[in-house]
Structure formats: C-alpha cells, structure tokens
C-alpha cells in the first residue's frame, strides 16, 4: 500500500482567512514533504520534515507554517495567504531511512487552494 | 544549480506506437532517476524508478539511463490514448530532495 491522504481536495479562503492542510500515511515512511505547484509547472519543494523534524525550509514565508504531530501526519497551517498562492498543494512521503539520497516518494492527492 | 530538463512538448504520437521522452540533468553525481506520469488536475504518479546504467523494463514501459551522457529516457511501447498526460522526470539532489524537470505533455491519438 503506498497511499498517501490529504483533506481536503479543495479548499477556498479569503486572505485574512486561517485554515489547515492535512497529509497522512500509514506506510512507515520517516520522511515526509510539502510541495506547491501551479498550473504547467513542476512541484516545487516547501517543506521536508525527517524523522518528525524540520530538516529543510525552502525560504517559504511565513504565512505557511508546517507542523509534523506524528511519524504518519503532517499540517500546513496557512494564515493571512495572497491570491498567487492559489496552487495544487501536495504532499508526498517517502522510507526515509538512507540519508534521503534518491528515496522514492509517493504523493497524496493534493488539495487545490484558492485564495480570494 | 542543479537542472533537469525536458522537452515540453506536446510530444504527439498515434495509438500503438512507442513514445520516447527524453531528459538531461546537470548533476554529474545524482544517483536516482524517477519518472512520474501526471494527469490533468491530477498529482504525480510514479511510473518508474532506476538507479543503474541500462534498460528497465515494466510492461509497457522502459527506463533508459546513461550516467556518462548524462540522460535518463522513458519509452512507452503500444501507446494508448489513456497514457496522455504530462511525465515528469526527476533526479535526486542530495538530501531528501528530487529536482524535478519541467515535464512532457504527450497526447496519443486514435
């Protein structure tokens, strides 16, 4: 089973809006990411978070904050967002037991934010 | 800075025909190649995964990699209309991340 989840698959906030996104696996998987992505563009990393903790922050701003609860969940906490942050927003994970060098990742199915 | 690149396409082939995608990465030491197939609206798939120069077979589907030229390629023989979409080809890059390229939208015709 390589099932990733995600709540919810659509979500649509105004800009002094707070709300959440939740990812969660059940495969074991130590690592676990936030992606971004905009129409006809690759994902584009966020956030990493192995063995439960923060191990990479790709200069995201401050309105997205993740949070890694557990070894199975992780939340991005969304506050006061902007219009272009309306984007498909994935999580993946992955074994996370090698140092990260190559390990496959699996993503969920995403939730696809609009900002008004 | 490390890059992947692909065609964008669209890469346009009739039904039953083999598909070849092709993509380049600048890292001389990445050890990971991914390919991952993306319906519209939809979130990445992983199709293959190879680590070793040569072929990879997965029933329809080949993975070719060659370290010394730097390029990594998915042929997907009997092509179908339900394998359009976009394929993304990723490439490790160092701890816990892949560099993705910009995809391929392939469309199969009838």
């Known amino acids: 089973d390589t099932e990733v989840t995600q709540t919810p698959k659509h979500l649509v906030m105004g800009m002094t809006n707070k709300k959440s996104l939740k990812c969660e696996q059940h495969m074991g998987h130590r690592a676990m990411y936030w992606y971004k992505q905009k129409a006809k563009k690759p994902p584009e990393l966020m956030f990493v978070?192995?063995?439960?903790?923060?191990?990479i922050n790709e200069s995201v701003p401050s309105r997205f904050s993740p949070e890694c609860p557990n070894s199975s969940l992780l939340n991005l906490h969304l506050h006061a967002l902007q219009p272009e942050d309306s984007a498909l927003y994935l999580c993946?994970?992955?074994?996370?037991?090698?140092?990260?060098?190559?390990?496959?990742?699996?993503f969920g199915p995403g939730t696809r934010l609009l900002v008004l | 800075q490390k890059e992947v690149e692909q065609n964008s396409g669209p890469l346009s082939v009739p039904e039953g025909a083999i598909a070849s995608l092709n993509c380049t990465y600048s890292d001389r030491v990445s050890q990971s190649f991914f390919w991952y197939r993306q319906y519209s609206g939809k979130s990445p798939e992983l199709i293959m995964s190879i680590y070793s120069n040569g072929d990879k077979e997965d029933g329809r589907f080949t993975a070719q990699l060659n370290k010394a030229s730097q390029y990594v390629s998915l042929l997907i023989r009997d092509s179908q209309p339900s394998d359009s979409a976009t394929y993304l080809c990723a490439v490790s890059g160092g701890y816990n991340k892949l560099i993705f390229g910009a995809g391929t939208r392939l469309a199969v015709h009838p």
């Open positions: 978070y192995s063995y439960e903790k923060l191990s």
């Open positions: 993946a994970s992955s074994q996370g037991g090698s140092g990260g060098a190559g390990e496959t990742q699996y």
